[in-house]
């Protein structure tokens, strides 16, 4: 079955049974989408439905779905059409704009017989609603949605369902919604302190709160430490830099929509920077390079900053401002295959290292507008090619998706959901070395043109750490937490111990937290656990007097007692883990 | 003697000298500067002097000097001034805006009568060039420079020359030029490759290359621990954010000749942020504060742009773009003193570690236009005054020096050539809170302002590293040296050990390098030393067999053997020194 086709005819049937149950409705639209359908509606004021008319809705749906409507296509004049549609403003809008001289419409129900309802329409759709599973379909809730998607126009009400081929899928993926809504990033970030969304800083701006600038740092500094161990050098760039240099790459010309107006400074302008690029070639080029040198390989954490428009923002995962994990390497284009191997090798480490362990690897193509000769694509496409087959690896074409200056690899990453997330991107940039004009000398002392591969692996800090918080729940391994420890005196008499047990694990690197609030030992206990925290350390009497502690490990409540001097090994064999 | 009489009397007297030597000179003005005095000449074409005929000059000014001639004021009117003056253009024009109805002017020499000189001027000069000490001054530069120093107007000469009173203090000055030339930032910057700056991307914006970000990132991780030890939390905020922020703050009221202009998103204003307070403030906010909470410490490595006049830039010390080590703190009044003690000690601390011994510290009191009541300057500025008295500082008052919102402390480092820095700022704020209404609530439950502290204990990354630069002429302490020591390799058979040195340093969390390249001992060790590394470690033949190294220290040479066994020990109590 075409699923897409399911969709559809569900959001006829919505129609159909809006319809039936407010005669005075004006239409606007209704397709299939993604996991399911929608139809915009304009109510009579007064009868807008909440959601508590849901149930009523689709319980008419069933109703007419039980009837076996058949769906029909029927071409018809302009003229017919506007007869038909003479109540529905919307409709008669959309036949205006029109071309050709029939009109597409599809009818559900026998028309003067019973319940009907037809529609402009393409369709495709089912032959008849016998195809569907009553219970395999859900209406998920109202929104306002502007006529044509445009501002100036009228707010009209837009009503969503999901639907699937079975019910089985369907209650998987209410079930996964519910569990992706505990886990919104957005909320669980406001919880445990990770981030701000301030609307007076503006959206897609996000602040980062002490609690998320050590996640953040640990991201930093373990990408910082593996990166110079695999040869690369780390600089920082500024955030603005002269339009002219957008210019020479080409962004200004093919990016320009992503980008923000310019600043201008004593007569000349000045963009803030949408990528890093530019910078990381002008270090390059701050002295001449041998073969001897290549590869070269830049790292730096670059914070860029994009236009996006705010109805597309979301939390941390779709930003205005984002630092990229960004890194450039230039080497000769023999020593491609080999770079390129490393990058996928040592991104996949470093993605496991996070936790995750399924991926999806794609191959993308030449597009359609592109740089550069045909001869040069194929081969840079089949070094990836070649990359992909030796490391054994599975991964699928992405006809035509590669960037205009090179195909690329990315890897999208499954997270405990089963949610994909675009994060790795490697890209043989062939486009940049000729509008830069970078080269090396060879070992004939000849000036060659380099390869340039930019790549990202984590994509941005901001998407990452999205994508942590929801995958983890915000309960994240011990070596990533915030807060690793927190050290919870019974009473009063146990805060000088609690206080040196604390102190030590701080001066051994770890980060701890006493607890002295004059709270109940319970209500200290449930904030450690809301707080999501790997480790609480109780000390009352008894721990006091045998120098122990007893241990509570997030997930599993009381572990036992521990020795105090032993607490600093135990934690460091958790690092380890 | 007031030494700027001196001073004056000798740009006279240059004057004077160029009367002579070239008659058809046009004067422009001539004061009296730091360390010396110049003045402006418009030449015939053809007779500009170059730097070499600057000996010729001092030959006659020193003529003059023994003519013992007298500086006598005399008041004329504006109708005998312009007589005088009719061959002096831009004296004739200085005439014309003159107010009253006398013009004062300075004869030298005797009219009539041998060498003499009369310009316009209010003085005040010395009696005789008997005064002077021939062997107390030197014309050092030829620069270009506009009149009235408006761009649209005419390019004159200027001819600079430096003036003390005793020989010896011109020598020691110039002395401490000639090597405060060869420890030029700017220089040494590019020589060590530290950081770049590249007309393309724009004045005042440095790249860092990757030596520079890795003495940049030791100051920033020795911080970032300093300050967790002293209660601070890190935070990390945007480059952009709504203008209405900083009309809140009242920067864009008070501060906007250094904002760069807005960027328009979607209809709204934004601005590349000057400063990072309202995001801390934001931060503060996010939740309530009770009197238990206080203080508040926020810090950040926060990148700041603020306009500067192109001409005023000046390597890292004077940039558009910088990265401030700022931070704020919110306290209870009665907190006040105790936290600018913290401060002033901890600052005092951080910078010692730097290597600076000598400070000047300053109190800056209320400036003429100001924010707030009397009463609360006055109690503040004691507070200031009595934490000075109780650490027992030396220091002095910078009367109206204070910023708008509060009075101040700021600290001057002294670097190795005696030159003052300004780095550190403490700064005790009662308006921010007011305008954000920062508030906690207190032991009674009621809503109190807090006092909020802003402060930069090295001022800026950018600035504080050229200082540092400078201070050691690149030759930095172990900790901070960008590569502490280089293994070198005396021929091909002692690579394999050589990098094995290296290696295992590396892993003790060491940087080192390993020198492979393909040539002579005597080159390799030359190149370290230009490099200023602390540590070569040469291997050949003999430290091979014996398991050793041979060891040359930065500034000692050759300082023997050492068994490779012993060199972590020794490299981890260097870095305790």
Redesign the interface.
């Known amino acids: 079955m075409d699923i897409n086709k399911l969709r559809h005819s569900l959001a006829h049937i919505l129609a159909h049974a809006i319809q039936e149950l407010y005669p005075e409705i004006k239409f606007g639209i209704g397709p299939a989408i993604e996991n399911g359908f929608y139809y915009d509606f304009e109510f009579p004021k007064s009868q807008n439905p909440k959601p508590e008319d849901l149930p009523k809705i689709e319980k008419k749906m069933k109703e007419i779905i039980r009837q076996n409507i058949a769906f029909k296509k029927k071409l018809i004049s302009k003229t017919d059409a506007k007869k038909i549609f003479k109540n529905q403003p919307y409709k008669l809008e959309l036949i205006e704009e029109l071309k050709g001289k029939k009109i597409s419409t599809y009818q559900s129900g026998k028309i003067n017989q019973g319940s009907q309802f037809i529609d402009l329409c393409q369709g495709p759709h089912l032959k008849s609603s016998k195809e569907i599973d009553l219970n395999s379909f859900k209406l998920t809730k109202i929104a306002g949605a502007y006529w044509k998607g445009l501002e100036k126009n009228k707010m009209l009400t837009r009503i969503y369902g999901v639907a699937f081929e079975t019910k089985k899928e369907l209650s998987d993926y209410l079930k996964t919604q519910q569990e992706a809504e505990k886990r919104d990033h957005r909320l669980l970030g406001q919880k445990l ?1 990770l981030f ?1 969304s ?1 609307e ?3 959206a897609g ?6 609690k ?3 996640l ?2 640990n991201i930093q500094d373990y990408l ?1 430490r593996e990166l110079i161990s695999q040869g690369y ?10 339009l ?2 957008w210019k020479t790459s080409g962004h200004w010309n093919l990016y320009r929509e992503n980008m ?2 310019p ?4 007569e ?1 302008e ?1 963009m ?1 920077k949408p990528m890093n690029c ?2 990381h070639v ?2 390059l080029q ?2 001449v390079r041998s073969y001897k040198d290549m590869p070269v390989k ?1 790292a730096e954490f670059g ?1 860029v ?1 994009r ?1 996006e ?2 109805g597309t923002l979301h939390g941390l995962t779709r930003v ?2 984002f630092t990229q994990d960004d890194a450039h390497i230039w080497c000769t284009s023999e020593q491609t295959k080999q770079e390129v191997t490393k990058l996928l090798k040592n991104g996949l480490k470093i993605l496991k290292t996070f936790g995750f362990k399924d991926f999806e690897i794609y191959l993308s193509t030449r597009p359609e507008k592109y740089a550069g000769n045909l001869a040069g694509w194929q081969k840079a496409t089949n070094i990836l090619k070649q990359v992909l087959q030796e490391l054994k690896l599975k991964w699928q074409v992405d006809p035509g998706g590669g960037v205009f200056y090179g195909p690329k690899i990315d890897i999208k990453i499954k997270d405990s959901l089963g949610r994909l997330w675009q994060c790795t991107t490697i890209q043989v940039d062939f486009n940049l070395p000729e509008r830069f004009n970078i080269t090396y000398i060879d070992q004939k002392g000849k000036k060659q043109q380099s390869i340039m591969v930019h790549r990202a692996l984590l994509g941005s800090l901001e998407r990452f750490i999205g994508v942590l918080i929801e995958h983890y729940a915000g309960a994240f391994p011990f070596w990533l937490s915030p807060v690793q420890a927190r050290v919870i005196p019974v009473g009063k008499k146990h805060e000088k111990y609690a206080k040196k047990i604390g102190e030590e694990l701080a001066l051994a690197g770890f980060r701890i937290e006493v607890k002295t609030e004059n709270e109940t030992l319970s209500k200290k206990i449930r904030t450690g656990e809301v707080e999501k925290i790997p480790y609480l350390l109780i000390v009352g009497d008894k721990e006091l007097k045998a120098k122990t502690v007893s241990l509570r490990k997030r997930g599993k409540g009381d572990i036992g007692q521990i020795k105090q001097s032993q607490l600093c090994q135990k934690f460091l064999k958790e690092l380890k883990n």
């Open positions: 302190e701000l301030d007076e800083v503006g701006l996000p602040i980062w709160q002490p998320g600038t050590i953040r740092k910082y050098e780390w600089i920082i760039s500024p955030h603005i830099g002269k002219n240099l923000y107006s600043i201008k400074i004593e000349e000045y803030i530019p910078f002008k270090v701050s002295k830049y914070t900053y236009y428009r705010s205005r401002g």
